[in-house]
């Protein structure tokens, strides 16, 4: 009887508003706490670090962003590499214009600038709608990345337009650069996706996020009833590019090290992270863990097992992933639509209610 | 007039031709999405699927060689054999049309009724499926596309235009491939529009659109209709391969044409046929014109992809109907 | 303040024998255009604190069009709106809201994606005012807000009898618990002045009478004045103190509903006769 | 659902565990992806190189060659993961063959200590061996490309280009901003007036690029293109008919993938190159027997002898030299990345050797050393021959301008020690 409500009653409001409101799934999360930050961290070595978990976690960020602003608030955006590529800039501006400072408030600094930016692109937002809207954040996409490549100030003269992460540390730890252990870019990593998600979950449990979901629910009733949607959709393009612009600049400085706009922050990208959120599951903090893996995971496995495992030529395993990836996508909507998370949340039901089927 | 003003003039005319090159996609788009509410992204990787089975037809390309060689250790390539265009594009029809069936069965079927979010998302996973399994058949190396399309600055244009600006004026540049492009998009229309005017299918198709509900209690099949739709959808898909193909080759890019029909579709509106033809004109001349008078000159160039995105953004912004849309009154 | 001008008119006594107090709110000379249609036509009438005022009208005479200038979502091309004896400057929606307005609709409009819980909290969002990054960190301020409106809404559940489907998704609920959910998340924002868009439409019987007791609950218990638009005519003259009659945009009649019912005006209206 | 990926992901590396004794050349290839086209000939001469040798040689001085190869699709994330992945293998060189993967592979294979060869591409100033330790960028980088460009409109307008238009149309990234530098420099110096279009990727569209060619009308048009680029490039030069013979472009924008498509017309565009055209080498009959023939080609055999094709060998034969200089220096037969490094940086290639190697002419003589990983930075002009479809050589491999490219170097080189806190080595 381990995965229970009975018995497990609530005597005060705010328990019963808690994240996880079973005992065991408290306690699994706590479990997986002391494992991310305890255990691995030893064990981790530079392939894990750098082919899996660093860019899964990043992408859990970016993911969570975008899920805030299509989920949560509705909003279809395809301006994410974009505003990713803000995030790598002014990371990179300031990291090299004050090297005195610490790179964690870089890295803040310039999640804060790329919100501003975002909210500057989520005006249309209160004209344009649907598919409309994303075609038009398409504009922020192009023409970002073109800012980028066409003006010599953000690379700093560089002769290619190429940017490099200088090396930075944190309590004397290297975190970019060269010389920095596979253990401390994880931790990096971790910290920001904890905060983010905690954060994330705090905005989308309170006022913020049921005018979100208002929004995102019926726009018309929302505003009737005294949601501000000007407010709603720019706070949510401000929170959404603030986690988005974070993720750009840690996929810069702890992840790749260097960048150039086109290749790293170009449509592609802005693709891969709505295909995470609604893989994972729209509206949901678990489904943008569960979507960042999923693409992040599965290319590398089957990477591995075609050309690892069956010795296949890469170019005719490389033309099978993009066909096994787009069955799967195609096989997942049409056994769950709603994403990984709703088929975790279906799984957890019937657990519940185990061993007696309804 | 001096030799700039005859530039210009001549900008705007090549503007008049990248925009039905842009039509010719956006076309695709339109058509599905007016008869089934679903925003086809596989559109592009349809057209770059459907040149590349057009040049292996043609050239009589073993499909799924390097798949055959990697597992048979045998070294085959060619059949030997090559096709009249005529008759490759006539069996590249057929493969869209089984194409089209294949989608209906194994995909729209079980998505009936979904949000357009689901489709959309459907239609990416298509779009990835089809992109491993095209360049699985066909190889992804750079295939020459060649059924005969003339290309090149049409000199009789030229040579009638040249006397207008001046010893230093050659006289209009247009590319005779754009010509043709743009006679093939005013046929392709016409016949559109006749096809779903007075063919029973066609009034279908319209009824469709209009009302899925409605249609399916006076007993349209709407998977009878999503078929056809498909297959047009992948003859227009066709024939924008055929056109973007024959100028650069046909290779992965040429999926990447989506885009370019993306803010047409903004402009022109997601459901209007007209709409995807006049958007793409007012697109490809705005974009160019942009790059002419202010892009080039002043923001060092490669200013087209943007701007035709801003150019549909801030049109949007003042009229969020669309061109050809009715003024929208909300109700609750 | 301006609180008593001449359009503050002294309060009665219904039928039953409640006293209803001055006016809140006074719709003059409306008039309402889409393109070259005239959906309100030059409609004047007042709405006054404590009553229930029912507007009724066939299909089409305008009625929810003029619900929806009084939540400021059309904005009417003549004619003035005093609310609370002021006269009104042109308001967003939600603008409105916060002045104490707030409105169920014809076609349920709940927010499907979330539970009962969550949308009945949602009319209390014009009453919650912590700042973002309070919210961020959920502690202090934030989490005790939470906590107390959340009371305020255990209430209302209480009221409407709804706890059982507290944590349910408003999706998967049947339509009579739909609509009483609705009705919740506008009685949350404690409003001044209810509007009800046919709150009893596509009910059985059993469900009406249960929605009649809940409005006139309401009204009695809050002391909120209602407007309502409804077809069935039993359950208007039933509950509502006074009715404005609208047909084709235009105002055919005005009173206490035995007043209306003698019209002959709205008589005609009703049977069909035609106009010419 | 994550574990279990995961220990399936783990399992499957598991399996794919090295085995020793051997020389491994990781092989980042791309042969999906925008410009597979352009990967796929250069990984199928990378491969079939190393076949060649372990067939016909049973090795490099006995020790057998392994060329893993890893799909990156062009992307720098992909690049990671196969950098990470292959480094634990034993890897004794890095081909990363993109200039996003080079960037970031820099810091990583220098903290690592392996090598790695940029042929021709990636980061230019990385030919200061004193600052990129190991990185080489030999024979050739995109400075020398540009420089020797501009040496061939020098030699054939008598050496005098004063007052001349050149026009750059260059890919809009960082790649195609290379050669901007040089080029300005060299237009000082010259007195040519230099104007620059930028075309975005992918660059299927040009058509504002060729009509303003057309109104200004350059005497010579370079080009800096990869990928769709270039076919188109070449065929909208074709439809304004601009003389192909003054249109010239980089190695990159010189294979027989770029001027197929457009026919007849394409005949006469010229293209800078480091390295030899066509199959008229010894060691083409030696690939034909012991690869080809065995069935043991990397890609169809259909590609054999393009250009692409014989840079990916030509780079394969630089790494095996690189090799075998290691081994005698280190005098061991399983060498390491250290020892490799070390031979990348006293590679001698002598025409004598190239003869033995039965590429004869193949590509320039050279010696590289501690301070210069660059190597001579010389090339040749090629030029397309539509009716005989083949490119021929029409000029030796030349110097280029190293009075201007070699301060730019220095300047780009420092610029970068010191953002990096690097002190340079002592190379006397």
């Given at each position: 009887m381990l995965y229970r409500e009975a018995g497990d009653f609530k005597t005060s409001y705010a328990e019963d508003n808690q994240t996880f409101p079973i005992k065991f799934d408290r306690y699994a999360y706590y479990l997986l706490l002391v494992a991310a930050f305890g255990v691995v961290p030893f064990f981790i070595n530079d392939y894990w670090a750098n082919a899996v978990l660093v860019p899964f976690l990043i992408y859990a960020i970016a993911t969570i962003g975008l899920n805030i602003l299509i989920g949560y608030c509705g909003q279809l955006s395809l301006g994410t590499g974009g505003f990713m590529a803000v995030g790598a800039f002014a990371s990179y501006k300031l990291m090299t214009a004050f090297p005195e400072v610490s790179i964690i408030v870089h890295i803040l600094l310039a999640g804060g600038i790329t919100a501003l930016v975002g909210m500057a692109f989520g005006l249309p937002s209160l004209r344009i709608k649907g598919f409309y809207l994303a075609v038009a954040t398409l504009a922020a996409q192009f023409f970002l990345v073109w800012l980028f490549n066409r003006v010599p100030w953000f690379y700093n003269y560089s002769a290619s337009g190429q940017i490099s992460a200088p090396e930075r540390s944190v309590f004397g730890i290297n975190v970019t650069g060269p010389n920095v252990d596979a253990w401390a870019q994880y931790m990096v990593c971790l910290v920001f996706v904890f905060a983010s998600a905690w954060l994330a979950r705090n905005l989308t449990r309170g006022t913020m996020g049921r005018s979100w979901m208002a929004i995102r629910d019926m726009d018309i009733a929302a505003e009737i009833i005294g949601v501000n949607p000007l407010k709603a959709k720019l706070t949510a393009f401000a929170v959404s590019s603030f986690f988005i612009g974070i993720a750009g600049a840690l996929l810069f400085t702890v992840y790749l090290g260097a960048a150039e706009v086109g290749e790293a922050f170009g449509i592609q990208k802005s693709f891969l992270v709505l295909f995470m959120v609604i893989i994972g599951g729209l509206g949901s903090i678990f489904g943008s863990f569960a979507g960042a893996a999923f693409m992040v995971l599965l290319p590398v496995l089957l990477k591995n097992v075609l050309v690892g495992g069956m010795n296949w030529p890469t170019d005719v395993a490389a033309h099978f992933q993009f066909v096994i990836v787009g069955a799967l996508i195609i096989a997942f909507l049409i056994l769950e639509p709603h994403g990984l998370a709703q088929l975790w949340r279906v799984a957890k039901e019937k657990l519940r209610l185990w061993p007696f089927p309804h | 007039m001096s030799a700039e003003f005859y530039y210009g003039v001549e900008v705007f005319l090549n503007g008049l031709m990248a925009g039905v090159?842009?039509?010719?996609?956006?076309?695709?788009?339109?058509?599905?999405?007016?008869?089934?509410?679903?925003?086809?992204?596989?559109?592009?990787?349809?057209?770059?699927?459907?040149?590349?089975?057009?040049?292996?037809?043609?050239?009589?390309?073993?499909?799924?060689?390097?798949?055959?060689?990697?597992?048979?250790?045998?070294?085959?390539?060619?059949?030997?054999?090559?096709?009249?265009?005529?008759?490759?594009?006539?069996?590249?029809?057929?493969?869209?049309?089984?194409?089209?069936?294949?989608?209906?069965?194994?995909?729209?079927?079980?998505?009936?009724?979904?949000?357009?979010?689901?489709?959309?998302?459907?239609?990416?996973?298509?779009?990835?499926?089809?992109?491993?399994?095209?360049?699985?058949?066909?190889?992804?190396?750079?295939?020459?596309?060649?059924?005969?399309?003339?290309?090149?600055?049409?000199?009789?244009?030229?040579?009638?235009?040249?006397?207008?600006?001046?010893?230093?004026?050659?006289?209009?540049?247009?590319?005779?491939?754009?010509?043709?492009?743009?006679?093939?998009?005013?046929?392709?229309?016409?016949?559109?529009?006749?096809?779903?005017?007075?063919?029973?299918?066609?009034?279908?198709?319209?009824?469709?659109?209009?009302?899925?509900?409605?249609?399916?209690?006076?007993?349209?099949?709407?998977?009878?209709?999503?078929?056809?739709?498909?297959?047009?959808?992948?003859?227009?898909?066709?024939?924008?391969?055929?056109?973007?193909?024959?100028?650069?080759?046909?290779?992965?890019?040429?999926?990447?044409?989506?885009?370019?029909?993306?803010?047409?579709?903004?402009?022109?509106?997601?459901?209007?046929?007209?709409?995807?033809?006049?958007?793409?004109?007012?697109?490809?001349?705005?974009?160019?014109?942009?790059?002419?008078?202010?892009?080039?000159?002043?923001?060092?160039?490669?200013?087209?992809?943007?701007?035709?995105?801003?150019?549909?953004?801030?049109?949007?912004?003042?009229?969020?109907?669309?061109?050809?849309?009715?003024?929208?009154?909300?109700?609750? | 303040m301006n609180t008593m001008t001449e359009n503050s008119t002294v309060g009665y006594v219904t039928d039953d024998g409640r006293q209803i107090g001055g006016t809140i709110m006074e719709m003059k000379n409306i008039t309402l255009r889409f393109g070259g249609v005239v959906a309100i036509e030059n409609i004047s009438f007042d709405i006054h604190e404590g009553e229930i005022r029912a507007i009724i009208g066939p299909n089409g005479a305008g009625k929810s069009s003029m619900l929806n200038v009084i939540s400021g979502f059309y904005h009417p091309q003549e004619g003035e709106v005093w609310f609370n004896g002021k006269k009104r400057p042109s308001m967003k929606p939600f603008e409105v809201a916060e002045q104490g307005i707030a409105r169920t609709f014809q076609n349920i409009a709940l927010f499907k994606g979330m539970t009962t819980l969550d949308n009945i909290m949602t009319g209390r969002l014009t009453k919650m005012k912590t700042g973002m990054l309070s919210q961020a960190i959920w502690w202090g301020k934030a989490a005790k807000e939470e906590e107390e409106h959340r009371q305020k809404v255990e209430e209302i559940i209480d009221f409407l009898e709804i706890q059982a489907i507290r944590k349910t998704p408003v999706g998967r609920l049947p339509y009579g618990l739909q609509k009483r959910v609705e009705l919740g998340r506008a009685l949350a924002a404690e409003p001044k002045l209810l509007l009800l868009d046919e709150p009893m439409a596509g009910m059985n019987v059993e469900e009406k009478e249960d929605m009649s007791r809940f409005i006139l609950d309401v009204n009695d218990e809050f002391g909120t004045t209602i407007a309502l638009i409804e077809h069935d005519m039993g359950v208007v003259m039933d509950i509502s103190d006074r009715v404005v009659v609208m047909d084709y945009g235009k105002k055919i009649g005005d009173g206490t509903p035995s007043e209306v019912l003698a019209n002959q005006e709205v008589i005609d209206a009703y049977l069909g006769v035609s106009h010419d | 659902?994550?574990?279990?990926?995961?220990?399936?992901?783990?399992?499957?590396?598991?399996?794919?565990?090295?085995?020793?004794?051997?020389?491994?050349?990781?092989?980042?290839?791309?042969?999906?992806?925008?410009?597979?086209?352009?990967?796929?000939?250069?990984?199928?001469?990378?491969?079939?190189?190393?076949?060649?040798?372990?067939?016909?040689?049973?090795?490099?001085?006995?020790?057998?060659?392994?060329?893993?190869?890893?799909?990156?699709?062009?992307?720098?994330?992909?690049?990671?993961?196969?950098?990470?992945?292959?480094?634990?293998?034993?890897?004794?060189?890095?081909?990363?063959?993109?200039?996003?993967?080079?960037?970031?592979?820099?810091?990583?294979?220098?903290?690592?200590?392996?090598?790695?060869?940029?042929?021709?591409?990636?980061?230019?100033?990385?030919?200061?061996?004193?600052?990129?330790?190991?990185?080489?960028?030999?024979?050739?980088?995109?400075?020398?490309?540009?420089?020797?460009?501009?040496?061939?409109?020098?030699?054939?307008?008598?050496?005098?280009?004063?007052?001349?238009?050149?026009?750059?149309?260059?890919?809009?990234?960082?790649?195609?901003?290379?050669?901007?530098?040089?080029?300005?420099?060299?237009?000082?110096?010259?007195?040519?007036?230099?104007?620059?279009?930028?075309?975005?990727?992918?660059?299927?569209?040009?058509?504002?690029?060729?009509?303003?060619?057309?109104?200004?009308?350059?005497?010579?048009?370079?080009?800096?293109?990869?990928?769709?680029?270039?076919?188109?490039?070449?065929?909208?030069?074709?439809?304004?008919?601009?003389?192909?013979?003054?249109?010239?472009?980089?190695?990159?924008?010189?294979?027989?993938?770029?001027?197929?498509?457009?026919?007849?017309?394409?005949?006469?565009?010229?293209?800078?190159?480091?390295?030899?055209?066509?199959?008229?080498?010894?060691?083409?009959?030696?690939?034909?027997?012991?690869?080809?023939?065995?069935?043991?080609?990397?890609?169809?055999?259909?590609?054999?002898?393009?250009?692409?094709?014989?840079?990916?060998?030509?780079?394969?034969?630089?790494?095996?030299?690189?090799?075998?200089?290691?081994?005698?220096?280190?005098?061991?037969?399983?060498?390491?990345?250290?020892?490799?490094?070390?031979?990348?940086?006293?590679?001698?290639?002598?025409?004598?050797?190239?003869?033995?190697?039965?590429?004869?002419?193949?590509?320039?003589?050279?010696?590289?050393?501690?301070?210069?990983?660059?190597?001579?930075?010389?090339?040749?002009?090629?030029?397309?021959?539509?009716?005989?479809?083949?490119?021929?050589?029409?000029?030796?491999?030349?110097?280029?301008?190293?009075?201007?490219?070699?301060?730019?170097?220095?300047?780009?080189?420092?610029?970068?020690?010191?953002?990096?806190?690097?002190?340079?080595?002592d190379c006397n």
């Open positions: - | 090159m842009y039509s010719l996609v956006a076309l695709g788009f339109v058509l599905i999405f007016k008869a089934s509410g679903i925003f086809n992204y596989a559109q592009g990787v349809m057209a770059l699927f459907a040149a590349m089975t057009l040049v292996g037809l043609q050239t009589g390309q073993v499909p799924f060689s390097h798949l055959i060689n990697a597992t048979f250790g045998v070294h085959i390539t060619h059949f030997g054999w090559e096709l009249p265009a005529l008759v490759a594009i006539f069996l590249t029809v057929l493969v869209m049309i089984l194409f089209a069936f294949l989608v209906e069965r194994l995909v729209l079927k079980h998505l009936v009724n979904q949000e357009p979010i689901i489709l959309f998302m459907a239609t990416i996973g298509l779009a990835y499926f089809m992109e491993g399994f095209g360049d699985l058949m066909w190889g992804s190396d750079i295939k020459k596309l060649d059924v005969g399309i003339p290309q090149g600055g049409n000199v009789w244009v030229e040579n009638h235009t040249a006397f207008l600006g001046g010893d230093d004026f050659y006289g209009f540049y247009l590319d005779t491939l754009d010509i043709i492009a743009a006679l093939v998009a005013i046929v392709l229309v016409t016949v559109l529009v006749l096809f779903s005017q007075y063919t029973k299918t066609g009034r279908a198709l319209r009824a469709v659109a209009d009302d899925h509900q409605a249609a399916l209690s006076v007993g349209i099949s709407l998977r009878t209709i999503w078929v056809i739709v498909w297959s047009i959808a992948g003859f227009v898909a066709l024939v924008a391969g055929i056109m973007w193909g024959s100028k650069s080759g046909v290779q992965f890019s040429l999926s990447l044409i989506a885009l370019k029909a993306l803010p047409v579709l903004m402009l022109g509106g997601f459901t209007s046929i007209p709409g995807a033809i006049v958007g793409g004109l007012i697109i490809g001349v705005g974009e160019k014109m942009f790059d002419f008078l202010i892009g080039s000159p002043y923001l060092g160039g490669a200013t087209e992809n943007w701007f035709a995105y801003v150019l549909a953004l801030l049109f949007l912004v003042f009229r969020p109907q669309g061109l050809f849309g009715e003024k929208i009154i909300e109700r609750v | - | 659902m994550k574990l279990k990926l995961a220990t399936l992901a783990l399992s499957a590396l598991m399996a794919a565990a090295p085995a020793m004794a051997e020389l491994v050349y990781p092989s980042l290839s791309y042969r999906t992806g925008p410009y597979a086209a352009g990967g796929i000939p250069f990984a199928d001469g990378y491969a079939d190189y190393f076949t060649l040798l372990n067939e016909r040689d049973g090795g490099i001085g006995g020790v057998k060659a392994k060329v893993l190869e890893c799909e990156t699709g062009y992307s720098t994330e992909k690049g990671v993961e196969c950098y990470e992945s292959t480094k634990g293998e034993g890897a004794l060189v890095y081909q990363p063959l993109s200039t996003g993967i080079t960037y970031q592979l820099i810091p990583k294979v220098t903290a690592d200590g392996i090598p790695m060869h940029t042929m021709g591409y990636g980061r230019t100033s990385a030919a200061n061996g004193k600052v990129f330790s190991n990185v080489f960028n030999y024979p050739a980088n995109y400075w020398n490309g540009a420089s020797l460009a501009i040496n061939h409109l020098l030699d054939i307008n008598g050496g005098d280009i004063k007052g001349k238009k050149v026009a750059l149309v260059y890919h809009n990234s960082a790649y195609g901003k290379e050669p901007i530098r040089t080029l300005e420099e060299l237009a000082k110096k010259h007195g040519f007036e230099l104007s620059l279009l930028a075309v975005d990727h992918p660059g299927q569209e040009q058509k504002s690029q060729w009509l303003q060619i057309r109104r200004e009308k350059p005497d010579y048009v370079l080009m800096w293109g990869w990928g769709v680029m270039n076919q188109v490039a070449i065929q909208e030069a074709v439809n304004i008919r601009f003389p192909m013979e003054n249109f010239i472009g980089i190695w990159w924008s010189g294979s027989e993938n770029d001027v197929l498509p457009a026919g007849d017309a394409a005949n006469g565009y010229k293209a800078v190159t480091f390295h030899n055209v066509g199959n008229d080498f010894p060691v083409f009959d030696d690939i034909q027997k012991y690869v080809v023939d065995t069935g043991k080609a990397a890609g169809a055999g259909d590609q054999i002898g393009t250009v692409l094709y014989n840079r990916g060998l030509y780079a394969a034969m630089l790494a095996a030299e690189a090799t075998r200089k290691a081994q005698e220096l280190s005098g061991n037969a399983q060498i390491t990345a250290a020892d490799m490094r070390n031979g990348m940086e006293a590679l001698e290639i002598t025409e004598e050797r190239m003869t033995e190697l039965g590429m004869p002419g193949f590509g320039p003589s050279f010696k590289v050393s501690c301070a210069n990983h660059g190597g001579p930075g010389t090339g040749a002009i090629q030029q397309w021959d539509a009716a005989a479809k083949e490119w021929k050589l029409i000029s030796d491999f030349g110097p280029s301008d190293m009075e201007v490219i070699q301060p730019l170097i220095d300047e780009d080189s420092m610029a970068y020690a010191k953002e990096n806190n690097i002190t340079p080595r």
